[in-house]
């Protein structure tokens, strides 16, 4: 089940087979566009990611010791390229557009606010804590489910956060990453031809997973201007085959926050339809307008919710990959027995110091977020001067546009233009749906970016992108 927002779709090209071109031989707007299309006919149960071919040259240089080593062989000795292989769950995912808008920011030296990534370091007291950690010794497999020191922090961090008492052992499984956290949530608990309901645009690992998993995936969509959820629609879209509801508070891409109304109305849905929900919650301390509410905290809803987090965001440690899942004991189940066999455990250093950002006092917090609602308003002010409509973003710390004013036909010739012309990265939201229709009129932008980067992709717009 698919919904619609209201602005006209733009006219898309003829369908045709996609192939992987380089970029030299085709544009890059051309080839996303193709190969959209001709993804564009498979239905919303079984369509994967909007993905992306390489843009890198195929063939790799030969040595000339190489060359004529080979020119020796006999041609009919010679090895032919063979195709590329994948498993048929996974054909449909190729390399993602983060993969690639990075890899065009280099190419082009354009300034990068597509990625959600910092292009600053995390705090030295965390890195200090995973240095003894190493000079300590702690550096072989790790329990499991967590090192004992980390689930004990992330259980007080939880309490402080929630008012919820969890057990640290029984109930909490550090990850590597959030990412493999919802992925062991989601091949842990949901059956093939189980129906999953997502908040469309979302972040791109939740149909991936899915996928995986066989669900029949369900999307329902958020509109611009407030991404409000549309209660009528989600009801209608909950049967007897429903296990899950995927949510994300604060939201990526859109900054939106769910608000209390919205979480009661669909904890009360999942309670009369004995539904589970698999809450993201990464961005929890980017909440800049209104508290975050964790759906677990809400009256009954523990008992059927996998609350995931991690470390990264918070602390600007994104490589480190430090998550986890807090569920019931007969919902951790599931989510450690998968996690058991996709990664076993996670980078014991790592986790130890982690364990020590997780006690960080109270002030850490207060600043990050004032250090981040200068950066949005450096942004967003920024934004608005350039001709952009900008969309309210209550939390994370991405901003969505409309780029209608700039005459460019979708989101991906936006996009492409900008890197080429501009000088600025970033990312065509059109990837986060599964009707990647809804998404054609806005682009993404970051401000994890320190100011004074900001303000030079700031000037570079200004400077440079003239409406139409």
Not at 120 to 127: N, R
Not at 187 to 208: K, M, R, T
Not at 363 to 392: C, Q, T, W
Request: charge should be positive; glycine fraction near 6%.
């Amino acid at each position: 089940m698919q919904s619609q927002c209201s602005w006209t779709p733009c006219k898309m090209p003829t369908p045709l087979s996609f192939k992987p071109l380089t970029f030299s031989t085709f544009s890059f707007s051309k080839q996303l566009l193709l190969h959209k299309k001709s993804i564009a006919s498979i239905s919303s149960t079984s369509r994967g990611i909007v993905s992306y071919p390489s843009l890198m040259a195929s063939s790799p240089s030969v040595s000339t010791t190489q060359k004529d080593a080979f020119s020796t062989q006999n041609d009919s000795t010679r090895k032919t390229q063979q195709p590329l292989q994948v498993a048929k769950r996974l054909e449909k995912f190729k390399t993602t557009i983060f993969t690639q808008m990075s890899s065009l920011a280099i190419k082009y030296g354009a300034i990068n606010l597509g990625q959600g990534f910092p292009n600053f370091d995390g705090p030295e007291f965390v890195k200090e804590a995973a240095i003894q950690a190493i000079k300590d010794g702690k550096n072989q497999y790790a329990r499991g489910y967590g090192v004992p020191d980390l689930n004990s922090a992330i259980a007080e961090r939880f309490k402080k956060d929630t008012g919820l008492v969890v057990d640290p052992d029984k109930e909490i499984t550090v990850t590597s990453g959030c990412t493999e956290a919802i992925a062991a949530t989601i091949l842990g608990l949901i059956n093939p031809g189980d129906e999953v309901i997502v908040f469309a645009p979302f972040y791109d690992s939740y149909e991936a997973t899915l996928s995986m998993a066989g669900a029949k995936i369900k999307g329902i969509t958020l509109c611009p201007p407030a991404f409000s959820v549309p209660i009528d629609e989600l009801k209608s879209a909950i049967t007897k085959n429903t296990r899950a509801i995927l949510i994300n508070t604060p939201h990526n891409p859109t900054g939106k926050m769910f608000t209390r109304e919205e979480l009661s109305t669909i904890a009360s849905l999942c309670i009369e339809n004995d539904v589970l929900v698999f809450t993201d919650e990464v961005y929890d301390k980017l909440a800049f307008e209104t508290d975050h509410i964790s759906m677990a905290s809400l009256p009954g809803m523990y008992e059927r919710t996998v609350t995931l987090n991690s470390l990264g965001k918070t602390f600007s440690l994104t490589g480190w990959k430090i998550g986890w899942a807090i569920a019931p004991p007969h919902l951790t189940w599931g989510v450690r027995q998968a996690h058991s066999f996709l990664t076993f455990a996670t980078s014991t250093p790592m986790q130890w110091a982690a364990a020590v950002a997780l006690r960080a006092p109270e002030s850490y917090y207060v600043e990050l977020k004032r250090d981040y609602m200068a950066k949005k308003e450096i942004l967003v002010e920024g934004l608005k001067a350039v001709g952009f409509k900008v969309f309210p973003s209550s939390g994370t710390y991405f901003v969505v546009v409309d780029h209608t004013p700039f005459g460019l036909e979708n989101d991906i010739a936006f996009c492409e233009y900008l890197i080429k012309e501009v000088g600025v990265v970033a990312i065509p939201t059109s990837v986060f749906y599964l009707n990647p229709e809804d998404g054609k009129n806005l682009v993404r932008f970051t401000f994890c970016k320190d100011e004074e980067t900001l303000k030079a992709a700031v000037e570079r717009m200004k400077e440079k992108l003239k409406r139409k």
